[in-house]
């Protein structure tokens, strides 16, 4: 029912572009800092079916957000590999997680714990993800992740997520990397895709 109290069916499609970019620095010790730096454009359109006719809305709300993390690998020697990271950003967000990793070659899983707080409901969020890397030769790589989170604090839908994940590197030099990767999300009765693609750079 809308405003005026008239019943409708509707349709409604969401869009969202994000651009980030992402610069880290890593010390001696085990530790790595960085500074992420987001715009995201979200465009929402409805499609609303009424008795006489049809109706259109349509909506964009665009977005700037900041954040930056401190990792520790705890013992680099240890086969497991593990590691804790904190973050912090704007709009208020904060963050920790524990990670660790094992590596078999060709293949390589990672399994990581972390809690997210944020300024509005549900305050607080608990994530579970599991990985799995494969890779195929000095060019190519693959890896699938899945993710389920929940409200630690508060009332909030669960989120499902399941991505696969493409590395190729065309300089084996190792100073470039390209990536895409296709994420299925489940929350509730919504389900949608994401598409992404980086580029990654490292310095001398």
């Known amino acids: 029912m809308d405003s005026l109290g008239q019943l409708y069916a509707f349709t409604t499609f969401r869009e969202e572009w994000q651009l980030s970019l992402t610069g880290t620095v890593h010390f001696g010790g085990g530790w790595k800092t960085g500074l992420i730096i987001s715009q995201s454009t979200v ?8 008795p006489w006719g049809e109706g259109r809305l349509s909506s964009t709300v665009r977005k700037m957000a900041y954040s930056a993390f401190q990792e520790w690998r705890i013992d680099p020697k240890n086969p497991w590999d593990p590691r804790v990271s904190i973050s912090l950003g704007h709009p208020w967000k904060t963050g920790v997680a524990f990670a660790a990793s ?3 070659d060709p293949m390589v899983l990672v399994g990581e714990i972390g809690l997210r707080s944020q300024e509005e409901e549900p305050q607080a969020w608990l994530t579970l993800a599991l990985a799995a890397g ?6 190519i790589s693959l890896s699938t992740t899945g993710s389920l989170t929940v409200s630690a604090l508060g009332v909030g839908v669960p989120l499902a997520t399941l991505g696969v994940r493409l590395h190729y590197k065309p ?3 190792g100073k470039g990397e ?9 929350r509730g009765d919504q389900t ?3 598409l992404e693609a980086e580029w990654v750079s490292r310095g001398p």
């Open 43 to 50: 465009v929402v359109r409805e499609l609303r079916r009424y």
């Open 102 to 104: 094992l590596l078999r």
């Open 134 to 139: 494969f890779v195929a030769n000095a060019w």
């Open 171 to 173: 300089d084996l030099r």
């Open 178 to 186: 390209l990536g895409v990767r296709a994420t299925l999300s489940l």
């Open 192 to 194: 949608w895709i994401t």
